[in-house]
């Protein structure tokens, strides 16, 4: 198996992150087209570049180092929660996309991200990683209960 290098996004990942952005956004519009408008690209370069600046994301890809290719992308968002009415206050790393190549799945490459993700989260003072998965995606369910995440709620609806 080629070695996979995990390692902070830069502004030249952008045609690699936008392909599989393209690939995620693609999915969740089969899966929901009365959901999810079709676009191309998913994400622009000016998008990615504000997200790369931005004081509270962090973006991380993985890259396989015999090709030099981007095979994994995640983005994730940094919130202190306080003095909410309803709420605790919690410090929360958020997980806004995270995908990988279907090339390259199957080889450890999304657990090595979440690892790093989780150490991330320890070293800001986290004390929860959150995520949003579709109902649909039923893989990236399993997998992140293999990961030890566990479901917190679920959003219903009635398609009218």
């Known amino acids: ?3 996979v290098n995990i390692r902070r996004a830069v502004s030249s990942d952008y045609p690699g992150v936008s392909a599989l952005m393209d690939e995620l956004h693609r999915m969740h519009v089969e899966a929901r087209p009365d959901i999810y408008r079709p676009l191309q ?13 931005a004081e509270d ?31 605790m206050d919690r410090v929360v790393l ?3 996309e995270i995908i990988i190549d279907r090339m390259y799945r199957g080889r450890n490459i999304g657990q090595k991200m979440m690892a790093v993700l989780v150490e991330l989260g320890k070293e800001l003072q986290a004390d929860h990683l959150e995520l949003t998965v579709s109902s649909f995606n039923q893989g990236a369910q399993e997998f992140y209960e293999k990961l030890g995440l566990a479901l917190r709620s679920s959003r219903m609806e009635y398609i009218l």
């Open 41 to 53: 690209p998913r994400m622009s370069q000016q998008e990615f570049e504000d997200l790369l600046s």
């Open 57 to 87: 994301r962090y973006l991380y890809v993985a890259e396989a180092a015999e090709q030099g290719e981007i095979c994994g992308y995640v983005s994730a968002q940094f919130h202190k929660i306080n003095n909410a009415e309803m709420f």
């Open 1 to 3: 198996m080629n070695e």
């Open 94 to 96: 958020y997980i806004s």
